[in-house]
């Protein structure tokens, strides 16, 4: 069984930032890569960010430019620096690694972007 622990979200004004940590119950090498996830209200979950086992990423457009991944195989974490954030980009953030089926997720922490 894998756990993901999703921690750092928050309510947040247009513009500002946040970084978001999963920390995961299993070495994150075990996966080609790592994901962050989010669901907004009435929409279905959309992968926003990945990042492989070498640190390589890769981002959907609504974030590019605004958002960073890192990783920390020692630590099995996997962060999401958020900047310029904007009111669409509220929602239930998960990390998970790509493309894999499975019933394992975690709670996610929400992320709120408001005036």
């Known amino acids: 069984q894998v756990q993901f622990v999703e921690s750092g979200g928050g309510l947040v004004q247009p513009g500002g930032s946040l970084t978001l940590s999963c920390k995961v119950s299993?070495?994150?090498?075990?996966?080609?890569?790592m994901g962050w996830y989010r669901q907004a209200p009435g929409k279905q979950r959309e992968l926003v960010a990945s990042?492989?086992?070498?640190?390589?990423?890769n981002f959907d457009d609504s974030v590019k430019e605004r958002f960073t991944a890192s990783r920390d195989s020692a630590k099995n974490t996997v962060d999401l620096q958020m900047n310029s954030l904007k009111p669409d980009d509220t929602a239930v953030y998960y990390c998970?690694?790509?493309?894999?089926?499975?019933?394992?997720w975690g709670q996610g922490t929400q992320v709120t972007v408001s005036s």
């Open positions: 998970n690694p790509p493309g894999i089926v499975w019933d394992y």
């Open positions: 299993i070495s994150i090498d075990t996966f080609g890569a």
């Open positions: 990042i492989s086992r070498d640190g390589a990423t």
